[in-house]
């Protein structure tokens, strides 16, 4: 039988991958698990009974608030992680900027909510800098911005590379600017910075892709290099992690339990960013409330055969319906990232309006833009040996 942590780890992942902290969401609410749930832990019969008493202990843990009699709950204010980079600024006040602003990691957020939720974001400046504070808070690019930023380059540790334009003076760079000089000061004392970038508008309302936490690396020619925390905020992104696939997770490397909820939500962001918010299968993605909804990042090869979530190259993004076919085998990928259906009739005939036999023996449409960040070989071959032996 799982240990009762699994349960806690993989559904406070899934309440946080959904809900920032403070959202009110209800009981039927995480109910919406229990598919996923029931793929990882076939051998529970009552999933809904286990959900509700999953989050009595998430409650007792103080990760979880009971909101109401009436089934409504919330997810408290994030904590610092052991050997957490946040730790590194002194200030409270802005270290809770920081853990907000990861917290809402890869969400399109309204300004009007930003303003009440991160501080000095009221304001119109591109390089915010707290007074009395030697280093910058955040950054963030809108469209009516005069400086050439660029787009940003998901990596597959979950880092992503983002240029960003120093603030001038009359046409030109000036690097003796208070912004600039917060800005070089983080990159002096790693200390990382929230970065944003303004959206689409919905309604009239301007909003912000909020991209999270990233390092200030570098100043190279006219920009700012920044990179983004990985799916491991306690090691520091690396420049070359194309180069290398470890399928399985480092014994050495061990996390503690608000460490692994963290990384493995992390995980889940960093999939669905890599994928462009839509089924790497049916290529179909629904956002809500600048939300993704209904798709999950899936393991090749799964957590507990000791699968890596730091690396996204270990992952496949997927709807609902195809993650839970996925993990049950009914179909897998190649090395050519080819479609392979299992030989049972059962499925075939019950899937004949599905995506899955319209996809048989063709590439899969929706990969991620980067070839190197595509699944890794030895995860597609773990995965399609396991595919092979469970329909001997």
Known sequence: MPPESS??????????????????????DAYGFAETLTS????????????????????????????????????????????????????????????TIRDLDDQ???????????KGFGGHKGIYKPGGSERALWVR????GVYPDKDVVPQSDGSWVYLYSPEGREGKIDLSLDTNKGLLKCMTDRVPIGVFRQ???????????????????????????????????????????????????????????????LRDRRFGISVRRLYNHRCSLCNVGYMLSGRSIGLEAAHMIPVES??????????????????????????????????????DGELRESAVANHILQREGKILPNLPQNRVSYPATEAIDWRLDAFESAWK
């Not at 780890?9 to 969401?25: I, K, S, Y």
């Not at 690019?141 to 009516?144: L, M, P, V, W």
């Open 108 to 118: 399109v957020v309204t300004s009007e909510r930003l303003q009440g939720l991160i």
């Open 7 to 28: 349960w806690k780890t993989e559904l406070l992942a899934m309440l946080h991958d959904r809900w920032a902290t403070r959202e009110v969401f209800s009981l039927s």
């Open 141 to 144: 690019q809108t469209s009516r």
């Open 199 to 261: 959206a689409e508008s919905e309604s009239g309302k301007t909003r912000y892709r909020v991209l999270g936490l990233a390092y200030v690396e570098k100043l190279e020619g006219d920009h700012f290099v920044l990179r983004g925390e990985g799916n491991d905020v306690t090691l520091p992104p690396l420049e070359n992690v194309e180069t290398t696939f470890s399928p399985y997770e480092l014994s050495s490397h061990r996390l503690g339990h608000v460490a692994r909820v």
């Open 40 to 99: 990882l832990h076939p051998e529970n019969k009552h999933v809904e009974d286990k959900v509700r008493q999953v989050l009595q202990d998430l409650r007792d843990d103080g990760e979880v608030k009971f909101e109401d009699d009436r089934g409504h709950y919330s997810l408290l204010k994030p904590t610092l992680v052991p050997d957490d980079p946040i730790s590194r600024e002194s200030d409270s006040e802005l270290r809770g900027t920081l853990l």
């Open 306 to 343: 000791g699968g890596n979530l730091g690396d996204s190259r270990n992952g496949i993004l997927l709807c609902r319906n195809h993650h839970a076919l996925f993990d049950q085998y009914a179909w897998t990928i190649d090395r050519e990232f080819k479609v392979r259906v299992a030989d």
